[in-house]
């Protein structure tokens, strides 16, 4: 499809980029397309172009790559565009996870809620409405794919801001199925789930076997005491009587009894914070193997998969095919009980008219008020990145329940706004 045009935004990601192009490549239907990748690390852009060019080699693939300067090069007649920034890299996710535990607060990811998910909000929200503003003049009818965290407040503001088509992806329900497979002892592509919810908080509201129903056998198991590996999840599947996803790091986030002091800040639960210093030697690693292969001094001997559906979804777009995907959009009914304007993460089925919510199964009172009280903090913090109001910035913070006081909440917001200084928009200086 000579015509297809793909804006990569935030290109400079080793992972997510290397897995996209490497998707791109090897899809028959985007044979022609041109990628175009910016990011505000250009070295890194054109690093990713080199590797990208070399796994087109190999696949034999009429794909264009191109590194561009600015932003509105690549968004220039784009048909999708991918995003997947990340202000202030690694170092500003560790400052989101020290500085509230400076101050008494754990949290496990510290990149969708609590405060560390609020503070890479405040940096995220006015970029990626930006990007669809400029979306909005130079490629109105792509649509936005992101992944970038806090996925529901980006697709909020996004919303709210813009009349851009946009959705949210996250692969979290894939490995929380590929470990229900493991757990259950059946092959991974005879499981199947359906799960409705909210961003890192969704539920299973379907687990299939092959056809059958196949929660007995998952309660079964949970109730085995050398079987759980996911003990915060096993206990919400008990309370509620359905399993959440995407795994007990994030899930145990939404409710902080898991990581206060009396669970001994998550490790009666078996939480602990994730190691950010423990994954530099990783990332360097793979840095240099990219450098490596964009020089030629490293065979490319098999292409990688992503794992992630988005160029599914563009090639169901592009041809009409009616695939069911999980998506971050708008409610519009999917979910009874919720604002019909709500983000939030359910099948969508996915063809040239875009994306469309399906009806899901109703969810218990108890989950959808828990569901109700988040979405209600999201557009809370929404409202913060987008107005650079400090009140609602502390407003936010008080209502999350991982900040246990007044005093904490000033505290943390004053670390987070120092910390981060140079990555904040004007408004919050």
Same mark, same amino acid.
């Given at each position: 499809?000579?015509?297809?045009?793909?804006?990569?935004?935030?290109?400079?990601?080793?992972?997510?980029? %290397?897995?996209?192009?490497?998707?791109?490549?090897?899809?028959?239907?985007?044979?022609?397309?041109?990628?175009?990748? @910016?990011?505000?690390?250009? =070295?890194?852009?054109?690093?990713?172009?080199?590797?990208?060019?070399? @796994?087109?080699?190999?696949?034999?693939?009429?794909?264009? &790559?191109?590194?561009?300067?600015? /932003?509105?090069?690549?968004?220039?007649?784009?048909?999708?565009?991918?995003?997947?920034?990340?202000?202030?890299?690694?170092?500003?996710?560790?400052?989101?996870?020290?500085? =509230?535990?400076?101050?008494?607060?754990?949290?496990?990811?510290?990149?969708?809620?609590?405060?560390?998910?609020?503070?890479?909000?405040?940096?995220?929200?006015?970029?990626?409405?930006?990007?669809? %503003?400029?979306?909005?003049?130079?490629?109105?009818?792509?649509?936005?794919?992101? @992944?970038?965290?806090?996925?529901?407040? &980006?697709?909020?503001?996004? %919303?709210?801001?813009?009349?851009?088509?946009?959705?949210?992806?996250?692969?979290?329900?894939?490995?929380?199925?590929?470990?229900?497979?493991?757990?259950?002892?059946?092959?991974?592509?005879?499981?199947?789930?359906?799960?409705?919810?909210?961003?890192?908080?969704?539920?299973?509201?379907?687990?299939? %076997?092959?056809?059958?129903?196949? @929660?007995?056998?998952?309660?079964?198991?949970?109730?085995?005491?050398?079987?759980?590996?996911?003990?915060?999840?096993?206990?919400?599947?008990?309370?509620?009587?359905?399993?959440?996803? =995407?795994?007990?790091?994030?899930?145990?986030?939404?409710?902080?009894?898991?990581?206060?002091?009396?669970?001994?800040?998550?490790?009666?639960?078996?939480?602990?914070?994730?190691?950010?210093?423990?994954?530099?030697?990783? /990332?360097?690693?793979?840095?240099?193997?990219?450098?490596?292969?964009?020089?030629?001094?490293?065979?490319?001997?098999?292409?990688?998969?992503?794992?992630? /559906?988005?160029?599914?979804?563009?090639?169901?777009?592009?041809?009409?095919?009616?695939?069911?995907?999980v998506v971050n959009m708008p409610n519009h009914g999917a979910i009874g009980g919720l604002p019909d304007d709500a983000i939030v993460e359910v099948t969508g089925l996915v063809s040239a008219a875009g994306i469309r919510t399906l009806a899901m199964?109703?969810?218990?009172?108890?989950?959808?008020?828990?569901?109700g009280a988040w979405i209600e903090r999201q557009e809370l913090t929404a409202d913060a990145a987008l107005t650079g109001d400090r009140r609602l910035a502390l407003q936010a913070l008080l209502a999350d329940p991982l900040v246990p006081s007044v005093?904490?909440?000033?505290?943390? +917001?004053?670390? +987070?706004?120092?910390?981060?200084?140079?990555? &904040? =928009?004007?408004?919050?200086?």
């Open positions: 499809m000579a015509n297809v045009k793909i804006a990569m935004i935030g290109a400079g990601s080793m992972t997510f980029s %290397r897995g996209l192009i490497a998707d791109v490549v090897q899809c028959k239907a985007l044979q022609g397309a041109t990628l175009a990748l @910016y990011d505000i690390d250009f =070295p890194r852009a054109e690093l990713m172009v080199a590797v990208g060019r070399r @796994y087109a080699e190999v696949a034999g693939a009429d794909v264009t &790559l191109e590194a561009v300067p600015s /932003r509105r090069a690549a968004l220039e007649g784009a048909s999708f565009v991918t995003c997947t920034i990340a202000v202030g890299g690694m170092d500003a996710w560790m400052a989101d996870m020290k500085v =509230p535990q400076e101050h008494g607060i754990t949290q496990t990811v510290a990149d969708s809620v609590g405060p560390g998910g609020i503070s890479r909000a405040l940096r995220h929200v006015p970029v990626l409405v930006e990007v669809a %503003r400029d979306m909005d003049k130079l490629c109105p009818d792509a649509w936005m794919l992101n @992944y970038t965290n806090p996925m529901s407040c &980006l697709c909020i503001a996004i %919303r709210r801001e813009t009349p851009v088509n946009a959705v949210g992806l996250c692969h979290g329900l894939f490995g929380t199925v590929a470990r229900l497979a493991e757990l259950l002892d059946v092959p991974r592509d005879e499981l199947s789930a359906e799960a409705a919810g909210i961003n890192h908080l969704t539920w299973i509201t379907t687990l299939q %076997r092959a056809g059958e129903d196949a @929660y007995p056998l998952l309660r079964q198991r949970l109730a085995g005491e050398d079987t759980v590996a996911q003990p915060v999840s096993a206990k919400l599947c008990e309370i509620y009587g359905l399993y959440p996803s =995407p795994g007990d790091r994030h899930v145990a986030e939404f409710f902080p009894h898991f990581l206060s002091t009396t669970a001994d800040d998550g490790k009666k639960w078996g939480l602990e914070p994730i190691d950010l210093e423990e994954r530099a030697p990783h /990332r360097a690693e793979s840095a240099d193997e990219l450098r490596a292969i964009a020089a030629g001094d490293q065979a490319v001997e098999e292409l990688p998969k992503s794992g992630e /559906r988005a160029v599914d979804i563009m090639v169901a777009m592009l041809q009409d095919a009616s695939e069911l995907h199964p109703s969810l218990s009172p108890g989950i959808l008020g828990v569901l005093e904490a909440a000033e505290r943390v +917001l004053d670390g +987070l706004l120092s910390a981060h200084s140079a990555h &904040l =928009p004007d408004f919050w200086l």
